[in-house]
Nanobody, 128 residues
Framework: QVQLVESGGGSVQAGGSLRLSCAAS????????MGWFRQTPGKEREGVAT????????YYADSVKGRFTISQDNARNTVYLQMNSLKPEDTAMYYC?????????????????????WGQGTEVTVSA
């Protein structure tokens, strides 16, 4: 099993920045990719960014390209999401997720269906 714990959410004005963290524990060998997803009430959870552990492929949703950056600290089993130039439409609950896909995606790197473990989420609110 893998446990994921997010932190770093909060409230910020438009144009501001936040950095989310996701600390992983448990059987680390079962994780190939770790990524971030977000969800607002009444909408489906959507992929934001994901990257292969140890380096390699990184994927971003078009809506966050150039503003968000995903990074890793393998020594601390932690994944970060640096969010800059935040917009009110970035307001959501953000979830960390881990995938065992090994890059062989059934639905895609930013599809919730390809992720096996989920954190509880951290809330981000961006005011205009």
């Amino acid at each position: 099993q893998v446990q994921l714990v997010e932190s770093g959410g909060g409230s910020v004005q438009a144009g501001g920045s936040l950095r989310l963290s996701c600390a992983a524990s448990g059987t680390t060998a079962v994780r190939d990719y770790m990524g971030w997803f977000r969800q607002t009430p009444g909408k489906e959870r959507e992929g934001v960014a994901t990257s292969r552990l140890g380096g390699g492929a990184t994927y971003y949703a078009d809506s966050v390209k150039g503003r968000f950056t995903i990074s890793q600290d393998n020594a601390r089993n932690t994944v970060y999401l640096q969010m800059n130039s935040l917009k009110p439409e970035d307001t959501a609950m953000y979830y960390c997720a881990a995938s065992n896909s090994g890059g062989a995606w059934y639905f895609g790197p930013l599809s919730t269906n390809d992720y096996d473990y989920w954190g509880q989420g951290t809330e981000v609110t961006v005011s205009a």
